[in-house]
């Protein structure tokens, strides 16, 4: 029996809905630029819920503050491109130690900071967003590639 549905359309549609989180929280800024207050409330709604963003630790595009704290862009945006490019796609073993290792770097950077031991830089935050997003979101891009694109098995199916 032939396949019910258009596997290759499913796999373009998969990775365009995780490209579009970027998408998402580009265009959200651009319409707080622009003053489209209506459509930028609706667009912005779904990141109120997300992130707390105090206003210092919100990053400024030509004066317009991002919809997301710096940590918040570094793991959606990190997530959302890795998972729509499908890269990296690291083995169980190496996700078992990276995420581990992500998440205790993080947790310094946030305490250190909270602690006052340094202000707020948004470099750390973005890093520590994207060390935790970056490998996971490649992990999952290359799952949903592996099982719609039906490519072989690759180094995530080994070593579990």
Same mark, same amino acid.
């Given at each position: 029996m032939a396949d019910p549905w258009n596997?290759? /359309? @499913?796999?373009v549609a /998969?990775?365009? &809905?995780?490209?579009s989180i970027t998408v998402w929280i580009a265009l959200t800024t651009a319409l707080r630029a622009a003053g489209a207050g209506l459509w930028w409330t609706a667009f *912005?709604?779904?990141? =109120?819920? #997300?992130?707390h963003r105090i206003?210092? =630790?919100?990053? &400024?595009?030509?004066?317009? !503050?991002?919809?997301?704290?710096?940590?918040? @862009?570094?793991?959606?945006?990190?997530? &959302?491109?890795?998972?729509?490019?499908?890269? !990296?796609?690291?083995?169980?073993r190496t996700l078992r130690i990276v995420l581990p290792a992500a #998440?205790?770097?993080?947790g310094i950077e946030v305490l250190t900071q *909270?602690?006052?031991?340094? !202000?707020?830089?948004?470099?750390? =935050?973005?890093? &520590?967003?994207?060390l935790i997003s970056v490998p996971l979101g490649g992990a999952i891009g290359g799952m949903i590639t592996r099982e719609l694109g039906g490519a @072989?098995?690759?180094?995530? *199916?080994r070593n579990v």
């Open positions: 596997r290759r /359309a @499913a796999l /998969a990775r365009a &809905s995780f490209a *912005d709604l779904p990141f =109120r819920v #997300l992130c206003p210092e =630790r919100v990053i &400024s595009i030509a004066g317009t !503050p991002m919809p997301l704290c710096s940590r918040c @862009a570094g793991i959606w945006i990190g997530a &959302s491109l890795s998972a729509a490019i499908a890269w !990296p796609v690291l083995p169980l #998440l205790a770097l993080m *909270d602690l006052g031991l340094h !202000p707020v830089f948004h470099p750390t =935050r973005i890093l &520590s967003g994207l @072989a098995p690759g180094p995530a *199916d």
